[in-house]
């Protein structure tokens, strides 16, 4: 059976298409759809930019704040046998460097001005053990080696700390190296570019009976931020005599730190302050270290997200200094107005407590 065939004017109206108007219709039609969709995709896009930087700063404040913690730690270990000696004051000398002062102290807070972040300094020994040794003869500052009861555990190119019985503004801690053993007890430090002269040791020299305190290759770390908002870590370097210096984590923009002191002695902190010990009774009140950092989002907002410098909250039950009622508890500004642009970055506040179990274990 034969289909008919359709009739003239309507082939013909297949045959013409479509109109300029159909078409710009259609098109119309179909740039309203592409706006849609790509305003979708965009404010979807937004969404997860915000997400993802906000995680970005989550995820490097709290390993920045890992690192630091793992560091406190271990701060004070093999250098604080005696508790006498907390605070005292170390001379060394470095042929190429100079002269350097150091605080034997697990934890050094430097606080910064006005607001500004602070920065620690956290010594311990790199050794697995570490006794210390008991000199037992008078060491002059002409001469160029200790002589001690036992020098277990002690080697070539190790530093050991002298530290006096009792310290004070004339009779400080000093900072050698030891280069031999030649047995009998003695431990030369002479030709070893830290210096053994009486820049480094008071004008008596040691008495028999001060401690060496065997510090290995003596880590002392310093922490602080660069102006690129980059948590720096500064490592001594005993050979050169300066320090090497390692960018750890990105888009940290501000770091507080404060002292845990037990102030009564009944064996609980009862009061956080960035004031630094100047006695060595100061010192042994200081039982931990309470840390906060301040990490900023990687992305850049179009619009203002932030109006405030974020609060870290101390709460109530342990007296902060600087801290100011917040609501229904106690806080502290972290300051990061003086951040390019602060406003249009997103901000995650870290904290953490750090006990000094190597003091606490000492008491």
């Given at each position: 059976?034969?289909n008919?065939?359709?009739?003239?004017?309507?082939?013909?109206?297949?045959l013409?298409?479509?109109?300029?108007?159909?078409?710009?219709?259609?098109?119309?039609?179909?740039?309203?759809?592409?706006?849609?969709?790509?305003?979708?995709?965009?404010?979807?896009?937004?969404?997860?930019?915000?997400?993802?930087?906000?995680?970005?700063?989550?995820?490097?404040?709290?390993?920045?704040?890992?690192?630091?913690?793992?560091?406190?730690?271990?701060?004070?270990?093999?250098?604080?046998?005696?508790?006498?000696?907390?605070?005292?004051?170390?001379?060394?000398?470095?042929?190429?460097?100079?002269?350097?002062?150091?605080?034997?102290?697990?934890?050094?807070?430097?606080?910064?001005?006005?607001?500004?972040?602070d920065?620690?300094?956290?010594?311990?020994?790199?050794?697995?053990?570490?006794?210390p040794?008991?000199?037992?003869?008078?060491?002059?500052?002409?001469?160029?080696r200790?002589?001690?009861?036992?020098?277990?555990?002690?080697?070539?190119?190790?530093?050991?700390?002298?530290?006096?019985?009792?310290?004070?503004?004339?009779?400080?801690?000093?900072?050698?190296?030891?280069?031999?053993?030649?047995?009998?007890?003695?431990?030369v430090?002479?030709?070893?570019?830290?210096?053994?002269?009486?820049?480094?040791?008071?004008?008596?020299?040691?008495?028999?009976?001060?401690?060496?305190?065997?510090?290995g290759?003596?880590?002392?770390?310093?922490?602080?931020?660069?102006?690129?908002?980059?948590?720096?870590?500064?490592?001594?370097?005993?050979?050169?005599?300066?320090?090497?210096?390692?960018?750890l984590f990105?888009?940290?923009v501000?770091m507080?730190?404060?002292y845990?002191?037990?102030?009564n002695?009944?064996?609980?902190?009862?009061?956080?302050?960035?004031?630094?010990?100047?006695?060595?009774a100061?010192?042994?009140?200081v039982?931990?270290?309470?840390?906060?950092?301040?990490?900023?989002?990687?992305?850049?907002q179009k619009?203002?997200?932030?109006?405030?410098?974020?609060?870290?909250?101390?709460?109530t039950s342990?007296?902060v200094?600087?801290?100011?009622?917040?609501?229904?508890?106690?806080?502290?500004?972290?300051?990061?107005?003086?951040?390019?642009?602060?406003?249009?970055?997103?901000?995650?506040?870290?904290?953490?407590?750090?006990?000094?179990?190597?003091?606490?274990?000492?008491?």
């Open positions: 059976m034969n008919p065939r359709p009739s003239a004017p309507l082939r013909a109206a297949c013409r298409g479509v109109t300029l108007i159909e078409l710009m219709i259609g098109m119309l039609l179909g740039i309203i759809v592409v706006l849609v969709v790509a305003q979708v995709l965009s404010f979807a896009e937004g969404y997860k930019r915000a997400t993802t930087s906000g995680a970005d700063a989550q995820v490097n404040g709290s390993l920045a704040l890992y690192t630091l913690q793992r560091e406190i730690q271990m701060s004070g270990y093999g250098l604080i046998n005696q508790l006498s000696s907390l605070g005292c004051p170390v001379q060394a000398n470095h042929t190429s460097t100079g002269a350097a002062s150091w605080t034997l102290a697990p934890v050094v807070i430097a606080a910064g001005a006005n607001d500004a972040p920065s620690l300094t956290v010594m311990y020994s790199s050794r697995p053990y570490s006794v040794a008991v000199v037992s003869v008078d060491h002059p500052t002409t001469l160029d200790f002589t001690v009861r036992s020098a277990v555990g002690i080697a070539a190119g190790d530093m050991v700390i002298v530290t006096p019985s009792a310290y004070n503004a004339t009779n400080w801690c000093g900072a050698y190296v030891v280069t031999q053993l030649p047995g009998s007890g003695q431990l430090h002479g030709q070893s570019p830290w210096n053994t002269g009486a820049t480094v040791s008071p004008a008596g020299g040691y008495p028999s009976g001060s401690l060496l305190v065997n510090a290759q003596l880590v002392r770390r310093t922490f602080s931020l660069t102006a690129d908002y980059d948590l720096q870590q500064q490592t001594l370097n005993l050979t050169s005599g300066g320090v090497d210096a390692q960018d990105a888009q940290i501000n507080r730190a404060l845990g002191k037990d102030t002695g009944d064996g609980v902190v009862d009061s956080y302050d960035r004031v630094t010990p100047t006695t060595n100061g010192w042994q009140q039982r931990s270290v309470r840390i906060a950092l301040v990490s900023r989002s990687n992305a850049y619009d203002e997200v932030t109006q405030a410098s974020p609060q870290w909250d101390v709460g342990t007296s200094t600087g801290s100011a009622t917040c609501g229904s508890s106690k806080c502290l500004t972290l300051k990061v107005d003086s951040v390019s642009d602060w406003k249009h970055y997103r901000y995650s506040v870290s904290e953490v407590t750090v006990p000094l179990r190597n003091v606490i274990w000492g008491i």
